[in-house]
């Protein structure tokens, strides 16, 4: 259940609803949002009469909500969201494409791969300057100095960026560089840093984990929502089956169902989801007709050279030819 408070609500009705919903044995948890003062009930949904708390003062209106996650769920908010990373808007009828190279490997290659996907009509830059790497012994990303080169390129070329962040600790220096934070797939559960990127107000790219279902995705989404920070973007990026000639198996199903069950966009990443540039252009087709509210797109100038997934990632030409179907196809779909 969700209490929406009036915003004139005082601290003394707030107190006094707050201490009914702890009395009947229920959690309240209690925060500002979307401009509107909110209260989330957790506990036994039999224990909870809305009406009871309905005539309150102070409260505005009373939601009944039957899935696990509460902000993110469309029962709490009908109307799709945006959510904006500078002039990019996630959400909306245009999709962005994000794109850039895995890994920033230095301040040339990461600029010329930069200025290939403005030029294909990308709008945002991606690139990772700490990599989760499989291997202790792989490339593990240039760090700050990675952030520092995708700053001084996104000033130039005008572009927002995301860069992955994988330790609360580093949180702070990827903020200062980026204009949205990833979440990767291996740390969509890591509570701790799903709690620290809540008291940003970074928007956040959260990825689904690898062996993730939708609900524990969108449970991970609530970690960051109720933390306070609402501006979620989810990303389908793959998950694990029995499937060896594929490095994940891409679950576009996911794209239309968490649509339905959630208000937050979602976005869909073919580079993991396939592991191998062949399937990456017909997977990232294939996620525009089914809906999906944007892509994030691995490309490197020298694929072959590449530090860090080079076997799927697209050269720029291909990228381009990519981009021009994108474009084809989205005047087709009506269904946003
Ligand atoms: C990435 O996008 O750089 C990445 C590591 O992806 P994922 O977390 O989905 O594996
Ligand atoms: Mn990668």
């Known amino acids: 259940m969700i209490i929406v408070l009036n915003y004139a609500a005082t601290t003394e009705q707030i107190d006094r609803i707050l201490l009914k919903i702890s009395r009947s044995g229920l959690e309240p948890f209690y925060l500002e949002q979307y401009g509107k003062k909110i209260i989330t009930v957790i506990g036994n949904s039999k224990a909870c009469n809305s009406d009871d708390y309905q005539s309150l003062p102070g409260v505005e209106s009373v939601v009944l909500i039957t899935t696990p996650f509460k902000l993110a769920s469309r029962e709490f908010k009908q109307s799709k969201s945006i959510i904006k990373v500078r002039d990019v808007e996630f959400g909306g009828t245009v999709k962005p494409v994000i794109a850039g190279p895995c890994a920033i490997e230095g301040y040339e290659q990461f600029r010329k791969a930069a200025m290939a996907v403005k030029e294909a009509g990308a709008v945002m830059l991606r690139g990772g300057a700490y990599k989760p790497r499989t291997s202790p012994y792989s490339f593990q990303g240039l760090e700050e100095e990675g952030l520092s080169i995708l700053l001084a390129v996104s000033r130039e070329l005008n572009m927002p960026t995301v860069s992955e962040v994988t330790d609360p600790r580093n949180i702070e220096v990827v903020s200062r560089h980026v204009d949205m934070l990833q979440i990767g797939a291996r740390n969509m559960q890591n509570f701790v840093l799903l709690k620290e990127v809540a ?10 984990g690898a062996s993730a279902t939708i609900e524990e995705w969108l449970m991970a989404a609530e970690y960051i929502m109720a933390g306070g920070n609402p501006n979620v973007v989810l990303c389908e990026r793959g998950i694990r089956t029995f499937e060896t ?7 576009l199903s996911a794209v239309p169902l968490v649509q339905h069950l959630s208000h937050l966009p979602v976005i869909v990443d073919p580079s993991h989801g396939t592991g191998s540039w062949r399937l990456v252009s017909p997977m990232a087709r294939a996620a525009i007709g089914a809906g999906a509210d944007g892509l994030i797109i691995e490309v490197h100038t020298c694929p072959e050279e590449a530090v860090s997934d080079g076997p799927q990632s697209l050269t720029p030409h291909n990228f381009s030819k990519l981009m021009k179907d994108i474009a084809a196809i989205s005047t087709v779909i009506t269904d946003n």
């Open 245 to 251: 000639y594929t490095r994940n198996t891409l679950d």
């Open 199 to 208: 008291k940003t107000n970074q928007p956040v790219l959260l990825k689904r």
